[in-house]
């Protein structure tokens, strides 16, 4: 689709499909260059299939966008099957110099062979106008490559519009890779103003095995600002890292506001790491976290590599009191010390102050 075509795409099941090239495959679906408005609303895209042979092919996902006005409500992404290609930046949307809105998307049981990987989720090269997700779930996704770099969930590059997400799930991925520089689990963003709330990150697996290091373990914002609220990251394993720079957040040149996030049960293998916040020229403001049983390193929990004052621990060092993480039921026991624990000034649905987590604050129950 060219030149300011628009596209609806409304209950569609696209099953078994593939590109049958081993050149290039820029979209699975639809391709939109300066391509107008589009919708895809309760689509379905079950099997995709695509084995390259040139060394420089590049796979973009389901859906390329350029300049384009995407709305996206009910996507649902499975069973693709990808190898040979030298690059993989998406699993479901790639995005350049447009504007989206998100909700319900569901990319799952992927199998994905690559030279080079970038991201699961939803891929942002460039963006003016505000990005907004919802209800978004990455899981139960195998990538097999020889560098796996940036996130599992979001990466928003240059989103000079800043973006809002709330109900964010990155569970149970598998990533193997000889090295690589991970930059947060959960989601990545460069420039603009960001406000992530309720996010879960947990059961993922990241197997490095020769070298790395890793810039966040959950989230990661340069040149902009992040308001990070209600989250959990947990039962995660990263390994072959050799440092790891802030086991939670990391940011650069940026502010960063983070409130009633529990890490928990993370592990790091032999990595060395510095904080459970780094910060590298910015400026952070947090409260009502809660680190248990996941290092955050001897140089305390707020990392500041310009040598400021130093927060030396979290709020919080308690176990978070799941009601069964063995069977992906990270909402809270009746007895969790975390219940209502969060700030004050961010309060539950039923109007009480939060709970620490993901599901706590305005959106907790929600999802």
Do not use: K
């Not at 590298?280 to 140089?299: C, F, P, R, V």
Request: overall charge negative; glycine content about 12%.
């Amino acid at each position: 689709f060219e030149e300011t075509s628009d596209l609806v795409m409304r209950r569609v099941l696209v099953s078994d499909a593939g590109c049958d090239t081993s050149y290039y495959c820029y979209a699975g679906v639809a391709y939109w260059d300066e391509g107008g408005e589009g919708l895809i609303e309760d689509v379905e895209v079950d099997g995709f299939s695509y084995d390259a042979s040139y060394s420089y092919a590049y796979f973009y996902g389901m859906f390329f966008a350029y300049e384009v006005d995407l709305v996206v409500d009910g996507l649902n992404i499975h069973d693709l099957d990808v190898t040979g290609i030298r690059g993989l930046y998406s699993l479901s949307i790639y995005m350049d110099y447009g504007s989206m809105q998100v909700n319900d998307l569901w990319v799952h049981d992927n199998r994905i062979q690559t030279e080079r990987g970038y991201g699961l989720g939803v891929y942002v090269d460039e963006s003016y106008g505000r990005l907004s997700f919802s209800n978004v779930t990455i899981e139960d996704n195998e990538v097999e490559a020889s560098r796996y770099s940036d996130t599992l969930g979001l990466y928003l590059d240059d989103a000079y519009g800043g973006s809002d997400v709330t109900n964010l799930e990155v569970l149970n991925n598998t990533i193997s890779a000889e090295y690589g520089y991970p930059y947060g689990l959960a989601g990545y963003a460069y420039y603009g103003d960001h406000d992530w709330q309720n996010l879960l990150v947990a059961g993922n697996v990241l197997d490095y095995s020769d070298y790395g290091y890793m810039y966040a373990g959950l989230a990661t914002i340069g040149y902009g600002s992040l308001r990070l609220a209600n989250a959990d990251f947990t039962g995660n394993s990263i390994s072959g890292l050799e440092d790891v720079y802030g086991s939670v957040a990391y940011a650069y040149y940026a502010d960063l506001a983070m409130w009633n996030v529990t890490a928990a049960n993370n592990d790091f293998g032999e990595a060395e790491i510095y904080g459970g916040i780094y910060l590298e020229d910015a400026e952070i403001t947090e409260g009502y976290n809660n680190a248990w049983d996941s290092s955050y390193g001897q140089e305390g929990w707020v990392y500041d590599d310009d040598d400021g004052e130093l927060v030396a621990a979290p709020m919080y060092e308690d176990e978070p009191g799941y009601a069964d993480a063995a069977n992906g039921d990270y909402t809270l026991s009746a007895g969790s010390p975390m219940i209502d624990a969060g700030s004050p000034d961010i309060l539950d649905a039923d109007g009480t102050i939060s709970d620490v987590g993901a599901y706590g604050g305005p959106f907790g129950d929600t999802w």
